[in-house]
């Protein structure tokens, strides 16, 4: 019979659960009779510090900003907290246990609210408004992502509310009766106060203003990169409008990049390796269907294939920023080969950060290079001739290689080209034999 005295219970717990409370709540949960998760995936949750002096500053929500229940279980507090109601319904017999659940359910919710707040560095000052102001789940989810990105105008948000908040206040402490003056302050109080949760809405749901049309492409976009990972958004706005979703007087690729460059970020869109590409990222990273030819992309575009002054062969990917960052450790966990470098300053100077992906052994450089080899556009020539580098014995035909790769990641710059065939006393036409046989 299921019951509160199960509550703990892990023996079925279709999810390992290291925090405690949460192994309450999704223990309760996965035992009722008549209560099941379609979709639950079977995999861990992500390992809580609730137990943790300091659990709010420490805690890390994935990557898309999700909560610990949708990232774990695919559903949200209300959601879940829906379907129980319903189930009450029909079931009034269960109703005492029910009603647990759904207070589990809440505690759990109430600490992810606390968590969420007290990780932005400014909350500390504005606390209560930013909870008068609204924290509905988007609006969380929102200030996981962009809490400290869009702070200054969430700050301003929260000043314009506290000022109308005390005005009100005063206003009802007030003995005698409102003349023109006080009626005029707690009209312009209210306003504020009411502008104020506008603001904070907008700065948060900035997609919120867009046409229905505009928010549908941008939906379409979202479920297209989640089934099929990384597109162009000529491909995406091809596909909206075979399926008849998006219409082609409203629509055109260059519209659909600059609605996903602007608002992609609230949809779990970013940009992606490749110009003109865009990627989907879930509670577990970005969302790459096929990591060779998402590598490929990555090293055409952002990359290198080299042989050093000293015969070693070497490939890296370069990226910027933090979204640059998430790149490189997306690639890093999805290859299982290579060695991380992040947070490298670019200058004194500059708070930007450069981030690499580093392929030095000759393990890697083969695994990396054979399996985008299919793939790669611009740096075909690099790819092959690095290979038969490494597999070559002949120290002449070794020479001949690596002077091909090097050529090759210069003949752009005609200066530069020039005078590398310039010092090694040969011409293109010796290039082209180099390349015979690749």
């Known amino acids: 019979m299921w019951g509160s005295a199960l509550i703990g219970d ?36 992500l390992k809580s510090s609730l137990s943790t002096s300091n659990v709010y500053k420490s805690f890390k929500f994935p990557p898309n900003g999700d909560g610990w229940l949708e990232s774990s279980i695919g559903r949200s507090a ?12 029909h ?80 206003l009802d402490t007030h003995e005698t009766a409102w003349g023109p003056e006080e009626e005029q302050a707690w009209a312009s109080a209210m306003s504020d106060r009411s502008t ?34 990384p597109l162009a958004s000529r491909r995406i706005v091809e596909n909206g409008l075979d399926a008849g979703i998006l219409h082609k ?26 110009k003109g590409t865009f990627v989907k990222m879930d509670a577990t990273g970005l969302i790459i ?38 790149h490189c450790e997306q690639m890093h966990k999805a290859l299982g080969c290579g060695v991380l470098a992040l947070d490298q300053r670019i200058s004194k100077k500059s708070n930007r950060t450069t981030h690499r992906l580093l392929f ?3 393990a890697d450089i083969h695994k990396l290079l054979k399996g ?24 002449t035909r070794k020479s001949e290689l690596k002077r091909l790769v090097t050529f090759e990641n210069w003949k752009d710059d005609k200066k530069k080209a020039n005078a590398l065939l310039q010092d090694w006393g040969i011409g293109a036409e010796d290039l082209t034999k180099y390349a015979e046989g690749l």
């Not at 007087?249 to 779990?268: H, N, Q, R």
């Not at 990359?303 to 640059?324: H, L, N």
Request: overall charge neutral; aromatic content about 6%.
């Open 78 to 89: 209300d959601d879940m907290i829906r379907s129980l109601r319903k189930m009450r319904r």
């Open 372 to 395: 985008i080899l299919p793939h790669l556009k611009m740096k075909e020539t690099q790819a092959k001739a690095v290979l038969q580098y490494m597999d070559n014995a002949d120290s």
């Open 289 to 326: 269907k096929d990591v060779w030819s998402y590598a490929a992309g990555f090293l055409d575009a952002d990359g290198s294939i080299f042989i050093t002054d000293r015969g070693e062969p070497r490939a890296s990917f370069v990226a910027t920023g933090t979204r640059g960052r998430t």
């Open 91 to 170: 079931d009034k017999s269960q109703t005492d246990e029910i009603d647990g659940m759904i207070e589990d359910i809440r505690t759990l919710k109430a600490l992810e609210t606390q968590a969420t707040v007290k990780s932005l560095s400014w909350s500390e000052e504005h606390d209560s408004a930013i909870r008068n102001l609204g924290l509905s789940d988007r609006n969380l989810k929102a200030l996981r992502k962009f809490g400290e990105t869009r702070s200054s105008s969430l700050i301003q948000a929260c000043e314009m509310f506290e000022k109308a908040e005390l005005t009100l206040k005063t």
């Open 10 to 45: 892990d023996y079925d717990l279709p999810v390992q659960v290291d925090d405690i409370l949460t192994k309450s709540v999704v223990s309760s949960l996965s035992q009722h009779p008549n209560f099941t998760f379609d979709e639950m995936p079977k995999k861990p949750l």
């Open 360 to 362: 030095h052994s000759k």
């Open 196 to 229: 104020a949760k506008k603001m904070w809405r907008n700065t948060l749901r900035q997609s919120d203003n867009l046409s229905k049309h505009q928010q549908t492409a941008l939906e379409f976009a979202a479920n297209e990169l989640q089934t099929k990972g």
């Open 249 to 274: 007087t409203k629509m055109t690729p260059a519209s659909m990049s600059k609605l996903l460059k602007i608002y992609g970020e609230e949809f779990d869109v970013y940009k992606g390796v490749e």
